[in-house]
């Protein structure tokens, strides 16, 4: 059942069509033109710093599960977080392209690893300490940018991937036996 | 009468006390490190380009000036050299300082943006 997961996992191909999550994102931008205007630009910029950041979650998982260090049931919250982490990157890449933008490519997978000093990792620890410190980034980058969206619905968005962030960054917080935040509003700022 | 004025400016001294105290402590390097860690690192680091650009020896460099990371043609354009007033302005409200730019992303607070230079000043050495 492991291995079967894992091959899963490590052989999953990039999505070749868009998810549920994709249509869903689409769907809460009525009646966007596909004609950008200057506002409508600097929301497809953003959105394809998200896009980066999603490639760059999705890599840094995978280069986890291939270390062989992952194991049950850290392996399968991995394979889950993944798996938001690809609804996310479908989910903006449709909506880049239907605002008349081009999506940011994924970059190849060594060059992940190097940025993130894949290297250094040797234990399961090390790889949920990465995890967990990329996830507070993306979170608080999400809540970071939602004043910046000239477009209230994709400010909302930014709110949904920052919610499903913060998911992730507490469980794996959780699982490596750290205290939650004792003050309020420790998101975000 | 005299006595509220007395109690007023007691309680303005105070406030700017507690100011000074603040900016002071807002500007420790290990304070800003964690800050960075917290606010900056879902995109950059200090040694590697990732989403953002590296950010060891920021200050004192040209704006969109790392070699091989591919900037907004507005950064790459523009003509300033990141020193702490700059990187306040930028951190503050990075499109008022490079309209075009693709960070989009502030730190509204004073103090946070004061530790977080600090921060940057400590790892801008060789």
Not at chain 1, 65 to 79: F, R
């Amino acid at each position: 059942m492991l291995n079967h997961k894992r091959r899963s996992f490590l052989t999953a191909s990039a999505a070749t069509t868009l998810s549920a999550a994709a249509f869903g994102l689409i769907g809460a931008i009525p009646g966007r033109s596909l004609a950008m205007g200057m506002s409508g630009a600097r929301d497809v910029d953003i959105l394809n710093v998200a896009l980066g950041l999603e490639h760059e979650a999705i890599n840094a998982y995978q280069l986890g599960a291939q270390s062989g260090l992952l194991q049950k049931p850290v392996l399968d919250a991995a394979v889950l977080f993944q798996s938001h982490h690809k609804g996310h990157r479908d989910a903006l890449m449709a909506t880049i392209e239907k605002l008349g933008g081009r999506p940011v490519a994924e970059k190849p997978m060594a060059e992940y690893a190097r940025a993130l000093n894949a290297g250094a990792i040797k234990s399961q620890e090390d790889i949920l300490n990465l995890a967990v410190r990329l996830e507070l980034g993306a979170s608080n980058a999400y809540l970071g940018v939602i004043p910046s969206f000239q477009d209230a619905n994709l400010a909302k968005v930014a709110a949904r991937l920052a919610a499903d962030e913060t998911m992730h960054w507490t469980a794996l917080s959780g699982v490596l036996g750290r205290q939650l935040p004792g003050a309020p509003l420790s998101f975000g700022a | 009468m005299r006595r509220s004025a007395l109690a007023l400016s007691a309680s303005a001294f105070l406030i700017v006390a507690s100011a000074a105290c603040a900016t002071a402590q807002a500007a420790d390097p290990e304070r800003g490190r964690a800050l960075y860690e917290s606010r900056c690192s879902g995109c950059h680091s200090i040694d590697q380009d990732r989403i953002g650009p590296r950010h060891r020896g920021v200050v004192g460099r040209k704006a969109g000036a790392v070699a091989g990371f591919e900037y907004s043609p507005a950064l790459r354009a523009s003509r300033i050299v990141w020193d702490a007033k700059t990187l306040d302005a930028w951190l503050a409200n990075p499109e008022r300082l490079i309209p075009g730019q693709r960070m989009n992303y502030s730190v509204p607070d004073g103090a946070d943006r004061a530790a977080l230079i600090a921060y940057l000043e400590a790892n801008s050495g060789p």
